[in-house]
């Protein structure tokens, strides 16, 4: 069914008993030309442009668990691509590009909402650190402003911005950044990839890889053997048991990332805002909570849950800009796994197994990349080489040196 106003309009007469299922739920077949695992948004996308990009129908998202239950629904929501490394500006402003007309493309209401994202800065070195990045941006025809403390005291009349333990000096503003319903994104992408025949197949967990001598054979799973010759791995915090399932060992360690919403209030923040002394971000969602998180908990985990220190220091953070929040409730908090790489950059590649396709290594931000990750990985796998795009995020950066490592940081996943 095709979504318009006037079938809101005729389901709204009807009752809403009309509106179909947005996917089928089919039984797994014996064999398929590509299998996918993991139906998060990047599989999902992945599997969209794989059908429609390159004619290849004939394609299996596996899910162990239910679409938007992973990542693609944890996350807080942002979307930019205020990037310094080049490969990373042009690969995240042409997911930039995707997002804007995402909605039109699936016909499907993402609530993309470009209502600028600004990074705070508090001393002089920062705010030269942000005026490389900004130019580093209009550069590459990305858009970017460097507002003075009036320019952010006009945008964020809540923030503390003279009496607080870091005053506010100014900020980067990236306009066309901003945030869009996370599992709404799930959701549109398993329903176009769904009509243009992919079968999404949830509550099927990939549990080993086959192989014969070196190549891909097919994939077990809790749901039985499917044969196929091209596997392709976006699975998020499970990467690196994922991987090896095919006998690759990553530099991929696994976190937990919190987040957290208050009870609804009336507007106080239109846009979305980082904390520049500390690791904070925060944006207030449609229904008026506001929606944020900061960093790591600190070692290695599966759980999707998180603990008290880490926790301490987001709520730290905000108090330190924007003081307004103490008075609020804080209704809902949860924790996702993320794929922390080596430096902070993703991986999209073809692999020295053959038939064996992997995209990981999102870290904190993979949520933005989604339609320019699956848009890429789709290529990679129906060509068997790299997309221009995501040329610098193969495996072989590791094995080559050639790091991009966008915050500078060195080798140290839980401060990228
Ligand atoms: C709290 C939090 C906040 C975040 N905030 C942002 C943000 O504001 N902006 C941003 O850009 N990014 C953000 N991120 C990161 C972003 O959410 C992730 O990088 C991105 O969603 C990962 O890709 P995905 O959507 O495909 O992952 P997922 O949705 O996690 O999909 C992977 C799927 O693989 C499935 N799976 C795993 N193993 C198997 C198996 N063996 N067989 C079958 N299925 C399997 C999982 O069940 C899961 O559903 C955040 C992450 C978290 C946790």
């Known amino acids: 069914m095709r979504y318009s106003v006037w079938q809101l309009v005729k389901q709204g007469l009807r009752g809403h008993t009309g509106w179909p299922r947005m996917w089928r739920d089919p039984q797994p077949k014996s064999s398929y030309d590509v299998v996918i695992v993991g139906g998060g948004g990047h599989g999902l ?30 996350n807080t929501t942002i979307i930019r691509s205020n990037y310094l490394l080049g490969a990373n500006l042009h ?15 699936l016909n499907f209401n993402t609530m993309v909402s470009q209502r600028g994202v600004l990074n705070l800065f508090h001393s002089d070195a920062q705010r030269d650190a942000y005026a490389r990045r900004g130019n580093a941006m209009r550069l590459a025809g990305v858009d970017a402003e460097l507002l003075d403390v009036d320019g952010v005291r006009a945008l964020v009349p809540m923030l503390d911005l003279d009496n607080a333990r870091f005053p506010v000096l100014g900020g980067l503003l990236q306009p066309r950044g901003g945030t869009v319903r996370h599992d709404a994104v799930a959701w549109g992408y398993a329903r176009a990839a769904d009509a243009l025949g992919v079968d999404i197949i949830q509550n099927c967990e ?29 699975v998020a915090g499970h990467t690196s048991r994922v991987a090896d399932m095919a006998g690759l060992r990553l530099p991929v360690e696994s976190h937990v990332l919190q987040a957290f919403v208050t009870e609804g209030v009336k507007p106080l923040l239109d846009t979305v805002m980082t904390f520049g002394a500390g690791h904070f971000y925060v944006s207030q969602s449609d229904k008026g909570g506001l929606v944020f998180g900061g960093d790591l908990d600190g070692y290695n985990s599966y759980a999707q849950r998180g603990n008290l220190p880490a926790m301490e220091d987001v709520m730290a953070g905000g108090m330190a800009v924007l003081p307004v929040m103490g008075r609020l409730r804080v ?67 590791f094995h080559e040196g050639r790091l991009l490592d966008e915050k500078g940081v060195g080798p140290n996943p839980w401060i990228q």
């Open 91 to 105: 690969f995240y402003e042409y997911a930039m590009k995707l997002w804007e007309g995402l909605e039109r493309e």
């Open 331 to 397: 209704l809902r908090q949860w924790g996702g796994v993320v794929d922390m790489t080596m430096d902070g950059s993703p991986i999209i590649t073809c692999t020295d197994v053959p038939g064996f396709y992997l995209n990981g290594g999102w870290c904190y931000g993979g949520f933005k990349a989604t339609p320019a990750s699956g848009w890429c990985f789709a290529h990679t796998i129906a060509r068997d080489e790299p997309h221009p795009l995501s040329a610098a995020f193969t495996i072989d950066r």
């Open 206 to 234: 990939v549990t080993g890889i086959r192989r014969d001598q070196g190549r891909v054979t097919g994939v077990d799973t809790t749901r039985g053997f499917m044969a196929t010759p091209r596997v392709a791995a976006a």
């Open 45 to 74: 996308a992945t599997a969209y442009y794989l059908a429609r990009e390159h004619g290849i129908r004939n394609v299996a998202v596996l899910e162990k668990g239910w679409i938007g239950g992973g990542n693609v629904g944890r």
